[in-house]
């Protein structure tokens, strides 16, 4: 009876070992070149992760069954879905997983008839904006709070998306010229950001894939090339020109910083706060496989955002 209740026991751990497994694997493009900075998660639980700037990440077995579905995506790549054994199956066998560049034409001109009009939306002078920290503001999300702890990170670890929703005159054609806010580092840290631009639209979808039909949150990145922001040492306004990426838009939209890297757990940003009344939402999430949410109450403005509309409607909503 000892040795039978012993076996049981020794087969349980190994069960518990293998559910609890560390996979760890690396994602390259058709050259076998690395793709920095993918995202990897499942949409369906609010789970992911970042890969490092070699394309090689760390991923904790823990819940997941064989057939939920993994997201694989990068800005300038094809989003690739996997279930989780195929994945699991990549780490194991240290088999790169591959990524497919997306196919976009760029416009380097693009000429503007006269009834075009340029504006600022959301923070018009980003650099007089103060430094706040954004953990004051947002609530804990319990579900963030809970994943993290099964995965073995901190509440504040890398992935939390910050953005504001821009307000534009529905229906009217609007491009996206320019995007500009403020980064504030102490003096020995560093931070890196990936600029983000999304439609509006429902918070989920289902899509056919090769694995079948899947529900994913349906948060469409505008953005045809990536952009990845650094800062070091100092608060610093980053104005980015995107008037050559083309990006058109017709409904509100949301302009958001992934952070990447931080040497400091607390996010800082410069920003300027109103309650009830703002032009913007404050939007936040634990990575970018999570639903949004909004902040309550006070509005938080970091970002600016100078579009060119047309002052003719367009399109109807």
């Known amino acids: 009876m000892r040795f039978f209740t012993l076996g049981i026991l020794c087969c349980a751990l190994s069960l518990s070992s293998l559910k609890a497994q560390l996979l760890t694997g690396s994602v390259k493009d058709k050259n076998e070149k690395a793709i920095p900075f993918v995202n990897i998660g499942i949409p369906a639980k609010a789970f992911g992760i970042i890969s490092d700037e070699n394309g090689n990440f760390e991923f904790k077995q823990t819940s997941e069954k064989d057939m939920d579905t993994m997201q694989i995506s990068c800005i300038g790549y094809q989003t690739l879905y996997l279930n989780f054994a195929s994945f699991r199956k990549h780490c194991l066998s240290k088999t790169p997983i591959q ?7 760029l416009a380097t001109t693009t000429v503007r008839p006269n009834e075009f009009e340029v504006r600022t939306l959301g923070a018009k002078h980003v650099s007089d904006l103060e430094c706040i920290v954004l953990e004051k503001f947002t609530s804990k999300d319990t579900a963030a709070a809970r994943i993290a702890r099964e995965k073995g990170l901190g509440e504040k670890s890398i992935g939390i998306e ?3 929703k821009i307000s534009i ?5 609007t491009f996206i010229d320019k995007i500009e806010f403020r980064t504030c580092v102490g003096p020995q840290d560093t931070a890196i950001y990936r600029v983000n631009v999304y439609v509006q639209g429902n918070t989920v979808k289902r899509i056919m894939t090769p694995i079948g039909m899947v529900k994913v949150v349906n948060n469409t990145n505008v953005l045809k090339e990536g952009i990845i922001v650094k800062a070091i040492g100092k608060p610093e306004v980053h104005s980015i020109d995107v008037s050559r990426q083309n990006i058109e838009v017709f409904d509100d939209f949301i302009v ?11 996010m800082q940003i410069g920003a300027e706060t109103s309650l009830f009344g703002g032009s913007t939402d404050l939007l936040f999430r634990a990575s970018v496989m999570s639903e949004w949410v909004k902040l309550p ?8 955002a100078t579009v060119t509309y047309n002052k003719k409607k367009t399109r109807k909503k």
């Open 297 to 304: 109450l006070v509005d938080v403005t970091f970002i600016g």
């Open 162 to 164: 910050i953005g504001n």
């Open 99 to 105: 990524l497919t560049e997306a196919v976009y034409t």
């Open 256 to 266: 958001a910083l992934e952070c990447i890297y931080s040497s400091d757990t607390t």
């Open 169 to 173: 005159n529905k229906g009217h054609q």
